[in-house]
């Protein structure tokens, strides 16, 4: 059974950092994509970053563009999300998740398998 669990998220100071780990496992088919996505009280879903598993490329949302790094380790089966320079509007529960489609765009549609989510909260 496909399983992604998140780690990582806690409370920091605006202008801190935290890293986020997403543990992927019992996937018996291949996935083109693993992303990053949050979810804020009251708003939708958004697609943070994504990292394409064939050649290894990386996309991001204009928000968090020079601040955020998706990163992976394929020994461990685990993707990373460094989060740096936080501030308030970054608060949200982040999941991830991962999708069959060779797309950048980040669609919440498109991923078939999503984490728990872990929440991240930026206040002083």
């Known amino acids: 059974q496909a399983q992604l669990v998140e780690s990582g998220g806690g409370l920091v100071q605006p202008g801190g950092s935290l890293r986020l780990s997403c543990a992927a496992s019992g996937f018996t088919s291949d996935f083109a994509m693993i992303g990053w996505f949050r979810q804020a009280p009251g708003k939708e879903r958004e697609g943070v970053s994504c990292?394409?598993?064939?050649?290894?490329?990386?996309y991001y949302a204009h928000s968090v563009e020079g601040r955020f790094t998706i990163s992976r380790d394929n020994a461990k089966n685990t993707v990373y999300l460094e989060m740096n320079s936080l501030q308030p509007e970054d608060t949200a529960v982040y999941y991830c998740?991962?999708?069959?489609?060779?797309?950048?765009?980040?669609?919440?549609?498109?991923?078939?398998?999503w984490g728990q989510g872990t929440q991240v909260t930026v206040s002083s």
């Open positions: 990292l394409s598993i064939n050649d290894g490329n990386t």
């Open positions: 998740a991962t999708s069959s489609y060779s797309d950048h765009i980040m669609r919440v549609y498109e991923y078939e398998h």
